[in-house]
C-alpha cells in the first residue's frame, strides 16, 4: 500500500493543529522591586543594563513572550527555556538568594558569558539587540569579581 503525499502533508497538518491545543505555562510572576538584582546589589548597575538587554526575557519574571512563543512546537522550547532560565538565574529575585547563593550565581553567570555560553546563540538570532557587545563581558564579570574581593577582605581582616 502507497501512501500519497497529499495524505502526508494532511497528516502533518492535523498532528501540527493538534499540538497547539498543548499550551505550556507562559507566566510572569509579579516582582518585589525590593527583591531584584538592582536592589541586592545597587552597584550592578552598568551589569544590569546588559543583562536587562540580553538576560531579561529568560532570566527575569519580566518576560516578554513573542509571537512564535504561542505556536507550538516552539512554545514548548520557548516555554522550558524560560523556566529554566529563572530556576538557573532570575535577576527579578535574586534578592531573595542567601549572599553565597548570589555571589556564586554571578561567579557562573561571568563564566558562561566569557565562554560564550549565555546568551544562547539561538536566542540571539530573533533577538540581535542581545548579542553581548565589545565590554559587555567585562561589566558582568567586574561585578562577580568586586563582590568577591570584598568577601576575600572581609575573610583576611
Known sequence: MRISSGKI???LVVLFVVAQAIVP????????????????????AAALEVMNRSCRDCHSNDT???WYSH???????VAHDVKEG??????????????????????E??????KGEMPMWIYTVQHPDAKLRPGDVETIC????AKAATAANAVTQ
Not at 505556536?71 to 522550547?77: G, I, K, R
Not at 529563572?86 to 561567579?107: H, M, V
Open 64 to 66: 516578554t513572550w513573542p
Open 25 to 44: 505555562a507562559k507566566t510572569n510572576p509579579q516582582t518585589d522591586p525590593a527583591k531584584t538584582l538592582a536592589a541586592a546589589r545597587p552597584d550592578a
Open 109 to 114: 553567570a561571568c563564566e558562561q558569558v566569557k
Open 9 to 11: 502533508v494532511g497528516g
Open 86 to 107: 529563572r530556576r538557573e538565574l532570575n535577576i527579578s529575585e535574586f534578592g531573595t538568594y542567601p549572599a553565597r547563593k548570589q555571589q556564586r550565581k554571578l561567579e
Open 142 to 145: 567586574k561585578v562577580a569579581e
Open 71 to 77: 505556536v507550538a512546537p516552539v512554545s514548548w522550547l
